[in-house]
């Protein structure tokens, strides 16, 4: 894992101190080293920071061919990688190191853009070739490693620039706009949909994409389409239950034994859930080396899963390092949360993941998570209210008017995502279409609170707009499969690339740590998706392949224990020891004093405090995108406060 950045057309050459700062934002991504090059044409900078995983004396980025046609950078790990060297040794290649990297400049140009179907990874990389003055860049199948990019227009020609991160990217910048698709989706979300970022001109590189730079212009293809790869309704045939956990065992373990790969130990996240319990278990069994489990831990115990960890590591035998995130440390350290999430998002859990990745860090540099396990086998809250809101939605005209009552009555909460949130939430969307109720319940305020704060002229973008219509849209290119397996597609389109994605590879590489992902194993995704809805969830059990497969690993594995996830009690948080954080964002108002009514925050605010709403998550996303945005202003760029629409994309 590493970070890319890179320069590419007229001019280049006289932009290496913009090159050379883009690379300085990104060196927490590679420790191990920072190198750039500027081809001897002038047209490309080309740089890289470096965290060696595989190949550690060699590797060493940006990497020429050795016929000097092309020159990579790049950031991720192939897992297939060996496979495809003994291939590309019998067309006759030859190789100076043992990296992947190699492997994939070769392939490249063995293979030119068909390589991208060859790669088993995650990934994100630019390679260029001088003789054509071309740049090519590309994106893994599921959007696990980050790439962002912008072209620059003048009379003297164009100049595309690219980075592993927003604030690295953002200092290539003379002026700072903020994107009002991206803010109308952060208030709604709390992240951005890609292409979208929250700044105006910069735009990320959608996952199972490539692009191509010619100097003039950037064109963006699709060569991987997880909607292609998910049958149809009548097409599906339900299996045996043992069949398919059978199925499941197989492509998980080779999924986890590929992943294990690398010249460094391999440690994995052990929280008290199902996905990381079993990943940890058949991490044990496939390793050839010693596995050590690391885990977060809360003290309060709504929140805490230590003692389910403790059992799984005990009964495996293995080294497990617990580490407690106190509440009385996060008014110091907090403000780097938001910086280091870089896109910004408001993803709560993001805290004590990052703190998890920071004690990791000095134990290994490598580690397994379960991220993936809930998107692929359905295993969120979300299907469960998908699956209700479909069954009775016909009765919504009465039953609607009633759940709101119940709602309503039920007493606020500052707990972890406590029932009157969810019977809100429900209730709000009750009887709307798939894709609009899903994308509700992932809101992370009222929509109608949210417009309501707004000024005019951004209330009226925020409302035509919408969200809601690309989630729409999104769920339409899998029209005729199943219900859940639509909403899993749309979570992966959205939630999974755009938030729980980013979290990971922010939280890991800001502490220097290497995050892979097991469940997102390219073929093991595809078995999954195609599995039937019955196959994977009913009403009383989720992930049915990965439950039922627990007791092959873990025999007292309680598979009914209810899952929690690593939120961090930030509603709590922010009426307590983030108080004073909340309190600065009324009497300030940063960025927001364009955007809201001066009484909204107020109102909001108060109305938190007071527990007569449970707004943690939409404060916490205010709070984060407003210290995000003065840190990029502190950095050294001019800001504008005018807010720019739709961007074009350059996606053809």
């Known amino acids: 894992m590493c970070g890319i950045v890179g320069i590419v057309g007229v001019r280049a050459a006289e932009r290496v101190s913009v090159g050379e700062k883009m690379l300085s934002k990104i060196a ?69 190191s043992n990296s992947d990297t190699e492997v994939i400049l070769n392939a490249y140009e063995a293979w030119g853009r068909d390589c991208l179907s060859r790669f088993n990874g995650i990934f994100s990389f630019c390679i260029y070739s001088p003789k054509l003055k071309k740049a090519f860049l590309a994106r893994d199948h599921f959007g696990v490693k980050p790439l962002y990019y912008r072209v620059q227009k003048n009379s003297s020609g164009s100049a595309l620039y690219f980075s592993s991160e927003l604030r690295s990217l953002a200092t290539s910048l003379k002026k700072l706009e903020l994107s009002s698709e991206g803010v109308s989706e952060y208030l709604s979300l709390g992240y951005t949909i890609a292409p979208a970022t929250l700044l105006s001109g910069v735009f990320q590189l959608l996952h199972g994409h490539f692009a191509e730079f010619d100097g003039e212009k950037l064109v963006v293809n699709r060569y991987y389409d997880l909607a292609k790869k998910i049958p149809v309704t009548q097409a599906k045939k339900t299996k045996n239950p043992g069949d398919v956990s059978e199925e499941f065992r197989y492509h998980f373990s080779n999924a986890v034994e590929r992943q294990l790969v690398s010249d460094v130990p391999v440690g994995t996240f052990l929280s008290g859930g199902l996905d990381s319990n079993l990943l940890t278990a058949v991490a044990c069994g496939a390793s050839n080396n010693p596995i050590t489990a690391f885990t977060g831990d809360f003290h309060e115990s709504e929140y805490s ?53 920071r004690e990791t860090a000095k134990h290994t540099k490598v580690v397994l998570s379960g991220d993936g396990g809930d998107e692929v086998f359905l295993g969120y809250e979300t299907y469960r209210a998908d699956a209700i809101n479909s069954k009775f939605s016909k009765f919504s005209p009465v039953l609607g008017p009633i759940l709101n009552m119940a709602a309503n009555a039920l007493p606020v909460r500052h707990g972890k995502v406590p029932l009157n949130f969810k019977i809100k939430a429900f209730s709000r969307y009750f009887g709307k279409s798939p894709s609009v109720a899903h994308c509700g319940w992932r809101e992370i305020a009222p929509r109608r609170y949210v417009e309501h704060g707004l000024v005019d002229e951004f209330a009226e973008y925020f409302r035509t707009n919408h969200v809601e219509a690309k989630f729409s849209n999104i769920a339409s290119r899998v029209d005729g499969s199943e219900l859940l397996t639509q909403m899993s597609f749309l979570d992966f389109e959205t939630w999974l690339a755009n938030d729980i994605l980013v979290k990971t590879d922010r939280a890991g590489m800001a502490n220097g740590l290497e995050v892979r992902v097991p469940f997102l194993d390219l073929d093991l995704v595809e078995f999954g998706l ?25 025999p007292n594995y309680p598979i009914d224990h209810p899952k929690k996830g690593f939120n961090a009690p930030m509603s709590e948080w922010l009426a307590g020891p983030l108080r004073e954080s909340l309190m600065d964002l009324v009497r300030d108002r940063g960025i927001f004093k364009d955007l809201f009514r001066q009484d909204a925050i107020e109102n909001w605010v108060q109305d938190h405090l007071k527990r007569k709403l449970d707004l943690g998550y939409f404060l916490w996303a205010m709070v984060v995108l407003d210290q995000w945005f003065s840190r990029i202003i502190d950095d050294g760029l001019e800001s504008s406060k005018e807010f720019r629409g739709r961007e074009e994309s350059f996606r053809s």
């Open 305 to 357: 899963e230590s003692n389910l960890a403790k059992s799984t590591s005990e009964y495996l035998g293995i080294q497990h390092q617990i580490f407690h995130l106190k509440k009385d440390t996060i008014p110091e350290s907090w403000l780097r949360y938001g910086w280091y999430s870089d896109a910004p998002i408001f993803d709560n859990s993001f805290v004590p993941v990052f703190e998890l990745c």
């Open 28 to 96: 927490h991504r590679g420790p191990d080293g920072q190198n750039f090059k500027v081809t001897d044409d002038q047209f490309a900078f080309i740089g890289h920071a470096r965290l060696s995983i595989i190949d550690l004396a060699g590797g060493e980025q940006p990497m020429w061919s050795q016929t000097k046609d092309s020159l990579i950078t790049y950031n991720g790990e192939l897992y297939n990688y060996k496979a495809l060297r003994i291939e590309l040794e019998k067309l006759g290649f030859h190789f100076n």
């Open 530 to 554: 195609a599995l039937s809805d019955s196959e994977k969830f009913s009403l009383r059990k989720t992930k049915r392949p990965i439950r039922n497969s627990m007791h092959s690993y873990l």
